[in-house]
């Protein structure tokens, strides 16, 4: 096995034990300071990084677009993301950051890259309930100490990508299968995802299929509120099943990642039952065959709406 492979199973496998790696760059100072901010990428979502090549703009390009490039072949977007955040970089975009999401390539132009920092998801807390903009999906506390001050920011791509480059993933939930009784009665279905615009597809796809559901923005929410529920379940002497129809979860979540709460419930006896779907934007053989390993049931890359219905249909035990 070559270094290379070795290092991306070594990565693979910082999963098992809720940990993952973050990218650390910087985009420049705030208009109104001095100060430049870290901010931060999961490792995984990172194809490869390349000093900043030859950029061509395309007739009636406008920021935060920068252009087009050419990488060995490939034609890919540039998008300036200091003018995304609002920072001004003090000595102009130097690197980018070439980045597989949902099954799309683009590229990222960045000030500078720092590091590369080992965490647990434990370290990561949702910014929704902290200071962070609305491209930032939580903050990173890099110091393994509770009281560590040195932060990092990660940036909700998902949402970069949709006000940026938009597409018609709306348009095609209106088109998703009607689960047509196939839940039991009283049953809904839990799902946890970190991203806003991702929360905001999953519940209108959710809606479509008539499924009632849950949603939580981190999966440690999502797995406190199934203990919950299944402590309701034994007091009644009900199976978990009559109470959670399923589970769709994405991977990358602040404080419990989707590969924890997948094995969490498929190693619990009560649990194990549940149907669960991962759906996510990391995508790739050795993601899949990871969810997998733990017990998902299904993989279904974000956000493909007529992947996810027949994901859902099958788990339910409903023809597609």
């Not at 087009?68 to 102009?92: E, F, H, W, Y």
């Not at 990173?140 to 040195?150: I, V």
């Not at 920011?153 to 018609?168: A, C, G, S």
Request: proline share 4%; aromatic share 4%; hydrophobic share 40%.
């Amino acid at each position: 096995m070559d270094s290379f492979q070795k290092e991306i199973d070594e990565r693979t496998n910082l999963t098992a034990s809720n940990k993952f790696e973050l990218l650390l760059f910087r985009l420049g100072s705030d208009p109104h300071g001095e100060r430049s901010e870290l901010f931060g990428i999961n490792v995984f979502k990172i194809r490869e990084i390349v000093p900043m090549p030859p950029v061509t703009k395309a007739a009636g390009m406008q920021s935060p677009m920068l252009g087009m490039v050419n990488i060995r072949g490939q034609i890919i977007s540039v998008i300036d993301l200091p003018a995304v955040v609002g920072c001004v970089p003090k000595t102009g975009l130097n690197i980018l950051l070439v980045t597989e999401y949902a099954r799309s390539t683009q590229a990222f132009a960045v000030e500078s890259v720092d590091e590369i920092v080992r965490l647990e998801w434990k370290q990561v807390l949702s910014a929704e309930t902290k200071a962070g903009g609305r491209f930032v999906t939580s903050i990173a506390r890099l110091d393994s100490e509770q009281d560590g001050n040195r932060l990092a920011q990660v940036l909700d791509v998902e949402q970069i990508l949709h006000e940026i480059m938009p597409t018609n993933r709306e348009e095609n939930v209106a088109g998703m299968a009607k689960v047509a009784g196939r839940m039991r009665p009283g049953t809904i279905a839990i799902a946890a995802d970190d991203s806003k615009v991702a929360r905001s597809l999953i519940e209108q796809g959710l809606r479509a299929m008539d499924i009632p559901f849950e949603m939580h923005n981190t999966g440690l929410h999502a797995w406190e509120k199934i203990q919950r529920i299944a402590r309701e379940a034994r007091s009644e002497g009900v199976p978990i099943t009559d109470k959670i129809a399923f589970v769709l979860t994405d991977l990358e979540m602040p404080e419990m990642d989707g590969f924890t709460l997948t094995r969490n419930i498929k190693g619990d006896d009560f649990l194990k039952r549940i149907p669960v779907i991962v759906h996510s934007s990391l995508s790739g053989e050795a993601n899949e065959d990871h969810v997998r390993s733990v017990g998902g049931d299904a993989y279904v890359a974000k956000f493909e709406a007529n992947e996810l219905s027949a994901s859902i249909l099958g788990v339910l035990g409903a023809p597609a």
